[in-house]
């Protein structure tokens, strides 16, 4: 008997996820890049045919400007998230089963929440009459309460607060499978807690970290809510401007040919962390 | 002098009690080996003794100096883990010149210090070689080379064996008790293998549900064993309940045994237990002894064993091929059991 | 000592996570129609709004419909998905499980705007049901994630013993396989839930104007200012992720599910 012919299921089972898959996600994808080359009616919706124009638009100085400012916010957000998201994962890894539940169903209530949700409760805390300026006030370090929103500073804040729950359990995996034994057999040498963190638990973990970095990056491309609630029109990422395009400037060849460079951008940063995993595995 | 003291070592988990109120004396540059069945708590008084777990109560001593609130990394002990922890990221002589690079030592000193090790752990030529790239018992020698490298007050190692291959395993125990002889240091090892610790140790701590059952040579916690637990944890013991009489005789099933005066006797009159070793057990004429039947004869090369039953009890004998009693299977015998073989211990 | 360090550090973000929840779910009890924290007067008199307010009822049942139901057809593609990249690896199986990962991977805003082309051409932009698909496509990688797993802790001869009894695959599959991995099933649609739940920019973008979704009613409402009844919807929200995770965590071992392997129970 051949091997495919014990396999527990049967060769079809294959077909409605395929058929599914297919027909939802890949010819969206298609029919998305088709638009991105499809001739614009002003106006109105647009045509078929094959063009650049929209290609060609976005070169221009004003959206290579938002590529660029998209690209800083993000990786901002990645490496400030990562940075504190590691050694709090570290510490969860080492906690008691139980303890370690309760701080993972926060993070995955504080994940799921939607971004209108986070940017309400962000804009709240940071607004005049609640939260942070109230405080200040209080404790004598502001003189009268002001606001901190709209400015970098907010938005910033509300992308890292959204990434953090995700760059912890983007590094959960990893930190939690490695071995409690080498560091402490790097304490065992001599090593302070903190030299065992530096010489053994991150550069064991530095293709982990860095691919935590990566899917961050990615997670943050992807952020485009709270720009608009927590930052000014000069803070807009490509994700603002291609709903923007697409619902309120009607100009869909654009916003398709802006989605097709950010899957491109992630794609390709996905692919690297890909390569990593592997060579981390070597 | 690193003798090494643990002065009433207590520590439970919630309501579990891993090691119960442990109170020893480990003497200068010896060998112990910490034997007990798995969940015994031998490997969590080792964790003490490394500072790696907290005590709930007790402390921890070194050449009369309280070390229980010092802690891991000042300790400078050597450890060699039970899964090894070798670091997959570092090559074999940084493995084994971590401890020194960590105490700031200059890299040259480091390498040749290295070098030394791994000359005593007889593997000189893996140095610039990665872990992964070792068989199983050379990443052993290298992690007992990493152990030694600051020359440790107190070498600890914790099932180090356990991943080996049977024949590797005996032969790294002999080379092992050598390495150890020749630097004096002062050794606990943890096994649950007690052929491994009658090998290797000078003493051997017998412990059971966190408690120390027996300390003593490996001839003393097998031919005297302190209590029915040891008897048949340490090699096989036929254990029966006898009654011992006021006068250093027992009454086991209506039969009466005089005790030789090498026989041990560790009970207080009354009701007791008999432990005698296999090879201490007699079979002969049905008339004399105990009264009991052969159920099962096996032929184990260097030994014969026979196993006999009386009353729903089972009694094993072994014999010396040349010594093999006449007797065949279904026969009815009779069992004594040999003089100074017999130790009566508490119920 | 370092142990009072590490502890503090992980109070101090889990501190900070919770802070604008906290000054929520305060300015969700104000009195007045203001959003002053802490609440000068308390009342609950905003919860109450909430569930006599037809232009958030209606919101609110939307958001459910499209959750629950979306919730199902996620799991339902998941579920043979996962079994055949588990029984077989192949270049077909692990391209296939990719493109399952793919959506959730990718900036939303992406598979958005190709939703909304789809729907467009298909003729069924605006209904809830371009939404429900949207979104079951979109968050088919939670079960698949989450079932791969179930199947990755199955012991491979189980299934051989089974057939050595006489067990047919179909047999296999529903007295051995099925009912080792239901808790993974169960917990992949509830992640899809919540996340279907919370999720914007895909309802928006496919059926925004005629579908009106829980968000994006809060989103709608923010630009005519701000009122404690948004806090409510968000106190609502947070409660029902915190009742279903803390059920998953309960029940099940979550940090398994969430890929931590050497973990004692």
Same mark, same amino acid.
């Given at each position: 008997?051949?091997?495919?012919?014990?396999?527990?299921?049967?060769?079809?089972?294959?077909?409605?996820?395929?058929?599914?898959?297919?027909?939802?996600?890949?010819?969206?994808?298609?029919?998305?890049?088709?638009?991105?080359?499809?001739?614009?009616?002003?106006?109105?919706?647009?045509?078929?045919?094959?063009?650049?124009?929209?290609?060609?638009?976005?070169?221009?100085?004003?959206?290579?400007?938002?590529?660029?400012?998209?690209?800083?916010?993000?990786?901002?957000?990645?490496?400030?998230?990562?940075?504190?998201?590691?050694?709090?994962?570290?510490? $969860?890894?080492?906690?008691?089963?139980?303890?370690?539940?309760?701080?993972?169903?926060?993070?995955?209530?504080?994940?799921?929440?939607?971004?209108?949700?986070?940017?309400?409760?962000?804009?709240?805390?940071?607004?005049?009459?609640?939260?942070?300026?109230?405080?200040?006030?209080?404790?004598?370090?502001?003189?009268?309460?002001?606001?901190?929103?709209?400015?970098?500073?907010? $938005?910033?804040?509300?992308?890292?607060?959204?990434?953090?729950?995700?760059?912890?359990?983007?590094?959960?995996?990893?930190?939690?499978?490695?071995?409690?034994?080498?560091?402490?057999?790097?304490?065992?040498?001599?090593?302070?807690?903190?030299?065992?963190?530096?010489?053994?638990?991150?550069?064991? $973990?530095?293709?982990?970290?860095?691919?935590?970095?990566?899917?961050?990056?990615?997670?943050?491309?992807?952020?485009?809510?709270?720009?608009?609630?927590?930052?000014?029109?000069?803070?807009?990422?490509?994700?603002?401007?291609?709903?923007?395009?697409?619902?309120?400037?009607?100009?869909?060849?654009?916003?398709?040919?802006?989605?097709?460079?950010?899957?491109?951008?992630?794609?390709?940063?996905?692919? $690297?962390?890909?390569?990593?995993?592997?060579?981390?595995?070597? | 002098?690193?003798?090494?003291?643990?002065?009433?070592?207590?520590?439970?988990?919630?309501?579990?009690?891993?090691?119960?109120?442990?109170?020893?004396?480990?003497?200068?540059?010896?060998?112990?080996?910490?034997?007990?069945?798995?969940?015994?708590?031998?490997?969590?008084?080792?964790?003490?003794?490394?500072?790696?777990?907290?005590?709930?109560?007790?402390?921890?001593?070194?050449?009369?100096?309280?070390?229980?609130?010092?802690?891991?990394?000042?300790?400078?002990? +050597?450890?060699?883990?039970?899964?090894?922890?070798?670091?997959?990221?570092?090559?074999?002589?940084? #493995?084994?010149?971590?401890?020194?690079?960590?105490?700031?030592?200059?890299?040259?000193?480091?390498?040749?210090?290295? &070098?030394?090790?791994?000359?005593?752990?007889?593997?000189?030529?893996?140095?610039?070689?990665?872990?992964?790239?070792?068989?199983? &018992?050379?990443?052993?020698?290298?992690?007992?080379?990493?152990?030694?490298?600051?020359?440790?007050?107190?070498?600890?190692?914790?099932?180090?064996?356990?991943?080996?291959?049977?024949?590797?395993?005996?032969?790294?125990?002999?080379?092992?008790?050598?390495?150890?002889?020749?630097?004096?240091?002062?050794?606990?090892?943890?096994?649950?293998?007690?052929?491994?610790?009658?090998?290797?140790?000078?003493?051997?701590?017998?412990?059971?549900?966190?408690?120390?059952?027996?300390?003593?040579?490996?001839?003393?916690?097998?031919?005297?064993?302190? #209590?029915?637990?040891?008897?048949?944890?340490?090699?096989?013991? #036929?254990?029966?309940?006898?009654?011992? #009489? &006021?006068?250093?005789?027992?009454?086991?099933?209506?039969?009466?045994?005089?005790?030789?005066?090498?026989?041990?006797?560790?009970?207080?009159?009354?009701?007791?237990?008999?432990?005698?070793?296999?090879?201490?057990?007699?079979?002969?004429?049905?008339?004399?002894?105990?009264?009991?039947?052969?159920?099962?004869?096996?032929?184990?090369?260097?030994?014969?064993?026979?196993?006999?039953?009386?009353? &729903?009890?089972?009694?094993?004998?072994?014999?010396?091929?040349?010594?093999?009693?006449?007797?065949?299977?279904?026969?009815?015998?009779?069992?004594?059991?040999?003089?100074? +073989?017999?130790?009566?211990?508490?119920? | 000592?370092?142990? =009072?360090?590490?502890?503090?550090?992980?109070?101090?973000?889990?501190?900070?996570?919770?802070? *604008?929840?906290?000054?929520?779910?305060?300015?969700?009890?104000?009195?007045?129609?203001?959003?002053?924290? *802490?609440?000068?007067?308390?009342?609950?008199?905003?919860?109450?709004?909430?569930?006599?307010?037809?232009?958030?009822?209606?919101?609110?049942?939307?958001?459910?419909?499209?959750?629950?139901?979306?919730?199902?057809?996620?799991?339902?593609?998941?579920? *043979?998905?996962?079994?055949?990249?588990?029984?077989?690896?192949?270049?077909?199986?692990?391209?296939?499980?990719?493109?399952?990962?793919?959506?959730?991977?990718?900036?939303?805003?992406?598979?958005?705007? =190709?939703?909304?082309?789809?729907?467009?051409?298909?003729?069924?932009?605006?209904?809830?049901?371009?939404?429900?698909?949207?979104?079951?496509?979109?968050?088919?990688?939670?079960?698949?994630?989450?079932?791969?797993?179930?199947?990755?802790?199955?012991?491979?001869?189980?299934?051989?013993?089974?057939?050595?009894?006489?067990?047919?695959?179909?047999?296999?599959?529903?007295?051995?396989?099925?009912?080792?991995?239901?808790?993974?099933?169960?917990?992949?649609?509830?992640?899809?839930?919540?996340?279907?739940?919370?999720?914007?920019?895909?309802?928006?973008?496919?059926?925004?104007?005629?579908?009106?979704?829980?968000?994006? !009613?809060?989103?709608?409402?923010?630009?005519?200012?701000?009122?404690?009844?948004?806090?409510?919807?968000?106190?609502?929200?947070?409660?029902?992720?915190?009742?279903?995770?803390?059920?998953?965590? !309960?029940?099940?071992?979550?940090?398994?599910?969430?890929?931590?392997?050497?973990?004692?129970?």
């Amino acid at each position: 008997m051949s091997a495919a012919k014990d396999a527990p299921t049967p060769r079809w089972l294959a077909a409605l996820p395929a058929a599914w898959l297919g027909i939802f996600f890949l010819i969206p994808f298609a029919i998305m890049l088709s638009v991105s080359v499809a001739h614009r009616v002003p106006g109105g919706f647009f045509e078929p045919g094959f063009e650049l124009d929209s290609y060609r638009r976005f070169v221009s100085a004003f959206f290579g400007q938002i590529l660029l400012t998209s690209i800083l916010f993000s990786a901002a957000a990645a490496v400030i998230c990562v940075a504190l998201a590691f050694p709090f994962t570290v510490i $969860l890894a080492r906690m008691g089963g139980r303890a370690q539940t309760v701080v993972l169903v926060m993070l995955l209530a504080v994940l799921s929440l939607s971004e209108v949700i986070i940017g309400f409760a962000l804009s709240t805390l940071l607004s005049k009459t609640a939260g942070v300026g109230n405080l200040l006030t209080r404790l004598g370090i502001l003189e009268t309460s002001r606001a901190f929103t709209p400015s970098l500073f907010a $938005l910033l804040t509300g992308m890292c607060y959204l990434a953090l729950p995700y760059a912890v359990l983007v590094l959960y995996p990893p930190v939690s499978r490695l071995d409690p034994e080498l560091t402490e057999a790097a304490r065992m040498m001599g090593a302070t807690p903190l030299t065992a963190f530096r010489t053994v638990t991150v550069p064991l $973990l530095r293709a982990p970290i860095l691919g935590a970095l990566i899917l961050v990056f990615v997670f943050t491309l992807g952020i485009y809510l709270l720009p608009q609630v927590l930052g000014q029109p000069q803070h807009w990422t490509l994700s603002v401007h291609i709903t923007d395009q697409a619902i309120f400037q009607s100009n869909l060849p654009f916003a398709a040919a802006m989605a097709v460079l950010l899957l491109l951008v992630s794609l390709a940063m996905v692919g $690297l962390t890909l390569i990593l995993g592997r060579g981390g595995k070597a | 002098m690193t003798e090494l003291s643990l002065d009433g070592l207590t520590k439970r988990f919630g309501s579990l009690t891993a090691v119960d109120d442990v109170t020893l004396n480990i003497a200068d540059g010896s060998f112990v080996c910490l034997l007990g069945p798995s969940g015994c708590g031998k490997t969590t008084l080792l964790r003490l003794l490394a500072g790696l777990e907290a005590p709930s109560a007790g402390r921890v001593l070194v050449a009369g100096r309280d070390i229980t609130d010092t802690p891991t990394h000042r300790r400078d002990f +050597g450890m060699v883990f039970q899964s090894l922890a070798l670091f997959p990221h570092l090559t074999v002589w940084q #493995n084994i010149a971590y401890p020194l690079r960590i105490r700031g030592r200059p890299r040259a000193e480091c390498r040749a210090r290295a &070098g030394e090790l791994l000359d005593l752990v007889q593997l000189p030529d893996v140095a610039e070689r990665l872990i992964h790239q070792l068989s199983g &018992g050379q990443r052993q020698r290298v992690a007992i080379a990493r152990g030694l490298a600051i020359d440790p007050q107190v070498f600890l190692l914790d099932e180090p064996l356990s991943a080996l291959d049977a024949n590797l395993r005996e032969h790294m125990q002999v080379e092992l008790r050598q390495l150890q002889q020749r630097l004096g240091v002062t050794t606990v090892v943890v096994t649950h293998d007690q052929k491994e610790a009658l090998t290797m140790a000078d003493t051997v701590i017998v412990m059971n549900e966190g408690r120390v059952q027996q300390v003593g040579t490996p001839m003393q916690v097998y031919r005297d064993p302190a #209590n029915a637990f040891v008897a048949g944890f340490i090699g096989t013991s #036929n254990l029966m309940d006898c009654t011992l #009489n &006021g006068d250093r005789s027992v009454e086991v099933s209506g039969l009466r045994v005089d005790l030789a005066p090498d026989d041990r006797v560790r009970a207080d009159p009354g009701p007791a237990v008999l432990s005698v070793r296999p090879e201490d057990v007699r079979v002969g004429a049905a008339d004399e002894g105990l009264p009991a039947r052969v159920t099962f004869i096996r032929d184990l090369g260097e030994s014969v064993q026979f196993v006999l039953e009386r009353d &729903g009890q089972t009694i094993t004998a072994l014999f010396a091929p040349g010594a093999r009693p006449a007797a065949q299977l279904g026969d009815s015998v009779g069992v004594t059991f040999a003089p100074g +073989g017999r130790v009566v211990l508490p119920a | 000592m370092t142990r =009072g360090v590490q502890t503090a550090y992980v109070i101090v973000i889990l501190a900070l996570l919770a802070a *604008p929840i906290v000054v929520v779910a305060g300015v969700s009890l104000n009195a007045q129609q203001s959003l002053r924290f *802490p609440p000068p007067e308390l009342s609950l008199r905003w919860y109450a709004a909430l569930f006599s307010a037809e232009d958030w009822m209606v919101p609110l049942r939307n958001s459910l419909v499209i959750a629950a139901s979306s919730a199902v057809l996620a799991v339902a593609v998941a579920l *043979p998905l996962a079994l055949h990249v588990w029984a077989r690896d192949t270049w077909v199986s692990r391209a296939l499980y990719t493109l399952g990962v793919a959506p959730f991977m990718l900036p939303p805003v992406i598979s958005a705007l =190709g939703f909304l082309v789809f729907w467009v051409s298909a003729g069924l932009y605006g209904q809830i049901t371009a939404t429900i698909v949207s979104h079951a496509v979109f968050l088919v990688t939670l079960p698949l994630v989450t079932i791969s797993l179930g199947l990755a802790g199955i012991d491979r001869t189980l299934v051989e013993a089974a057939r050595t009894m006489g067990a047919t695959r179909g047999q296999i599959l529903r007295t051995v396989i099925l009912p080792l991995i239901l808790p993974y099933m169960i917990s992949g649609y509830a992640f899809a839930f919540v996340l279907s739940l919370n999720e914007y920019i895909i309802a928006y973008m496919v059926a925004g104007f005629t579908v009106e979704t829980l968000p994006i !009613k809060i989103f709608n409402s923010l630009r005519y200012g701000y009122t404690p009844i948004m806090g409510v919807v968000s106190v609502l929200f947070i409660a029902l992720a915190v009742l279903i995770f803390g059920l998953i965590g !309960k029940f099940g071992n979550l940090p398994r599910l969430l890929g931590a392997e050497r973990m004692q129970d």
